[in-house]
């Protein structure tokens, strides 16, 4: 009996550490993004958006972020209750600077403030070091009005708690009003939009390392009404330096991007976004020499953004997006062999090559291949 004790625990410690060896130096956090709806509810005295969250909601936002307990956050349209957000939020995140509030004090179109912010964890080691204005906006008091504001992007470096490093890009792209696009009167809004993917697309490549990339924020984009996948995602998977992942569609639609359709695209029954896919995203790019994230889960909290004293309306006019990563960091497989990378998508439908490329169907290049898991010789 004795000897059999020992021999299972022998068994199980030897099995962890071939967990362990396993895991490598990978780590996990969850990462959202949320357009707090941070305009003044009045200016001088005139509603401008009544139904946002204000002075009453914002304190309220930042409870549930508390509770929510997420890694890092990023921000839009926190502009004017910042403030009433931060002083909560402060006990457990840092923050970089917001540029300032919207009002009639000082007339000056555009007004000189993104709304962009970004909050993360106290242990995560992190600096804002770049903010962009979009190249082309369009509308002042028409088309969403995109053009009031120096909309654009900001971009953070960011050492997360277990030491792995990853760039953050936190945007927020301009929009369209519904009437517009009911009428197809939006072609002025897309070509803004577009533009502003190619120039954040540029700004990444110009500055890509080995470091995973994050891309959130409130983009205001279709598949099927922009052309991301052409103009952002197969632009630079063309390069060969990295490859692009919606956490979206990789967990919620294994993989495939929705097809671009020609005329209006429009919200959906639900009022919250076109068949499923919504105009917040997060994307991550994967260097093919570098650190490598997995998403492992997508959420979109529905039930849980609601007002203590309305349960049926939601803080703003946006739901919080988030995802749960696991990173490889640059230089670490996760399992001691440092040649190959293996894709984070291996045991999901479809094909994949070892590092990390998807085929839409079985490939027909000689190789070897992951399907369902398992690794497969074509000759």
């Known amino acids: 009996?004795?000897?059999?004790?020992?021999?299972?625990?022998?068994?199980?410690?030897?099995?962890?550490?071939?967990?362990?060896?396993?895991?490598?130096?990978?780590?996990?956090?969850?990462?959202?993004?949320?357009?707090?709806?941070?305009?003044?509810?009045?200016?001088?005295?005139?509603?401008?958006?009544?139904?946002?969250?204000?002075?009453?909601?914002?304190?309220?936002?930042a409870d549930y972020l508390l509770q929510k307990d997420y890694d890092l956050v990023g921000l839009q349209e926190n502009f004017n209750y910042y403030?009433?957000?931060?002083?909560?939020?402060?006990?457990?995140?840092?923050?970089?600077?917001?540029?300032?509030?919207?009002?009639?004090?000082?007339?000056a179109f555009p007004f000189p403030y993104d709304g962009i912010s970004l909050i993360w964890h106290?242990?995560?080691?992190?600096?804002?070091?770049?903010?962009?204005?979009?190249?082309?906006?369009?509308?002042?008091?028409s088309h969403a009005a995109d053009a009031l504001t120096d909309k654009g992007f900001r971009r953070y470096d960011l050492t997360l708690k277990g030491g792995s490093e990853i760039v953050v890009y936190n945007g927020h792209w301009d929009a369209s009003?519904?009437?517009?696009?009911?009428?197809g009167r939006d072609g002025p809004d897309r070509e803004a939009r577009i533009?502003?993917?190619?120039?954040?697309?540029?700004?990444?490549?110009?500055?890509?390392?080995?470091?995973?990339?994050?891309?959130?924020?409130?983009?205001?984009?279709?598949?099927?009404?922009?052309?991301?996948?052409?103009?952002?995602?197969?632009?630079?998977?063309?390069?060969?330096?990295?490859?692009?992942f919606d956490a979206w569609g990789e967990l919620e639609r294994n993989g495939e991007y929705p097809a671009k359709v020609d005329g209006p695209v429009t919200h959906d029954e639900n009022g919250w976004g076109h068949r499923g896919e919504l105009y917040d995203k997060i994307l991550f790019i994967n260097p093919t020499?570098?650190?490598?994230?997995?998403?492992?889960?997508?959420?979109?909290d529905k039930t849980g953004y609601m007002r203590s004293d309305d349960p049926d309306k939601p803080f703003g006019d946006h739901f919080p997006v988030a995802v749960k990563f696991r990173i490889v960091p640059t230089g670490d497989s996760g399992s001691g062999i440092e040649s190959i990378t293996v894709s984070p998508y291996q045991n999901r439908e479809g094909w994949y090559d070892l590092q990390g490329r998807?085929?839409?169907?079985?490939?027909?290049?000689?190789?070897?291949?992951?399907?369902?898991?398992?690794?497969?010789?074509?000759?």
């Not at 357009?35 to 139904?51: E, K, S, W």
């Not at 909560?88 to 300032?100: A, F, I, P, R, V």
């Not at 106290?122 to 008091?141: A, M, P």
């Open 358 to 379: 998807r085929f839409a169907k079985k490939p027909t290049t000689p190789g070897i291949y992951l399907h369902h898991g398992q690794k497969i010789l074509i000759r």
């Open 122 to 141: 106290h242990g995560i080691q992190g600096e804002h070091s770049q903010s962009v204005c979009w190249d082309e906006s369009y509308g002042i008091f």
């Open 1 to 61: 009996m004795r000897r059999y004790l020992l021999l299972t625990t022998a068994a199980i410690l030897w099995g962890s550490i071939l967990s362990a060896l396993a895991q490598g130096h990978t780590e996990e956090f969850t990462v959202a993004t949320l357009n707090i709806d941070g305009l003044p509810t009045h200016v001088i005295g005139i509603p401008v958006n009544i139904d946002g969250p204000g002075e009453k909601y914002t304190p309220e936002i």
């Open 195 to 244: 533009a502003q993917w190619r120039q954040i697309r540029d700004s990444i490549m110009a500055r890509l390392d080995k470091r995973p990339v994050i891309v959130l924020g409130d983009m205001n984009s279709y598949y099927p009404r922009d052309d991301i996948k052409s103009q952002f995602v197969d632009y630079i998977e063309s390069t060969g330096k990295a490859r692009v």
């Open 289 to 300: 020499d570098g650190g490598q994230l997995t998403a492992l889960n997508y959420s979109l």
């Open 177 to 183: 009003y519904d009437k517009d696009e009911e009428s």
């Open 83 to 107: 403030d009433l957000l931060f002083t909560k939020l402060e006990t457990s995140y840092h923050h970089d600077q917001c540029l300032g509030k919207i009002s009639l004090e000082s007339i």
